[in-house]
């Protein structure tokens, strides 16, 4: 069974640029969580999608969003981009309602100049 | 405000060492606590505990739940390098489906 893939995996974009973070859930999962994680933070929570519906959002300003569509599958848009945005963008799945044991994808390493 | 809090945040052992990572918690309508081992890039899954004082075991590797403290332990026994990765601690919400995080403990195995 195929995991969570994220594309793409590596990136390198300037200040004030937008990007969009794609990420593939494993068939079957409806939910779908967004984590930025930086040294020494944690992993932050960013939103949570459910069967197209954002469930949950975390302290994130405006300039982050996502959606989810009708396949599960997931992206995150970050517009107006910082220099604190750097960071480790993971995605993960999990396959009923609640969140049970989440699957991480490998993550895409955003780096803004 | 919920809050996971995961201690201690960093711990050197030698290989062979018992270690215990404590995380204790403050959550609302707590549902879950899951357990996750990160060691270059994405978390992978170790337990998920619901119910108190039923230890999960996987190999070296244990946990349990105390519901009426709001903490849970995860033991390792006769530690060996692999096992040198950031161990995350997260809490579910069960009014919001949340995963509250805790900020980890870095683990680091010395040969």
């Known amino acids: 069974k195929a995991g969570v893939t994220q594309t793409p995996r590596y990136l390198i974009k300037t200040r004030g640029q937008q990007v969009t973070l794609s990420c593939s859930p494993i068939?079957?999962?409806?939910?779908v969580s967004w984590y930025q994680q930086t040294p020494g933070q944690g992993l932050q929570f960013l939103f949570e999608?459910?069967?197209?519906?954002?469930?949950n959002k975390g302290n994130f300003p405006g300039r982050f969003s996502g959606r989810q569509f009708s396949n599960s599958r997931s992206e995150m848009n970050v517009s107006t981009l910082e220099l604190g945005d750097s960071a480790l963008y993971l995605c993960?799945?999990?396959?009923?309602?609640?969140?049970?044991?989440?699957?991480f994808g490998p993550g895409t390493r955003l780096t803004v100049l | 405000e919920d809050k996971v809090v995961q201690s201690p945040l960093s711990l050197v052992v030698h290989e062979g060492d018992t270690v215990t990572l404590n995380c204790s918690y403050e959550v609302t309508n707590f549902r879950s606590l899951l357990w996750y081992k990160q060691e270059k890039k994405a978390p992978t899954f170790l337990f998920m505990l619901?119910?108190s004082g039923i230890e999960k075991k996987s190999g070296r590797l244990s946990s349990i739940l105390d519901k009426k403290e709001l903490f849970s332990i995860l033991n390792i026994t006769a530690t060996q390098t692999g096992d040198s990765a950031i161990y995350l601690c997260a809490v579910e919400n069960g009014s919001n489906y949340q995963l509250i995080w805790g900020a980890g403990t870095k683990l680091i195995i010395k040969p």
């Open positions: 993960a799945s999990s396959w009923k309602e609640y969140y049970n044991e989440q699957f």
């Open positions: 619901t119910s």
């Open positions: 999608y459910f069967s197209e519906t954002q469930r």
């Open positions: 068939s079957g999962h409806r939910s």
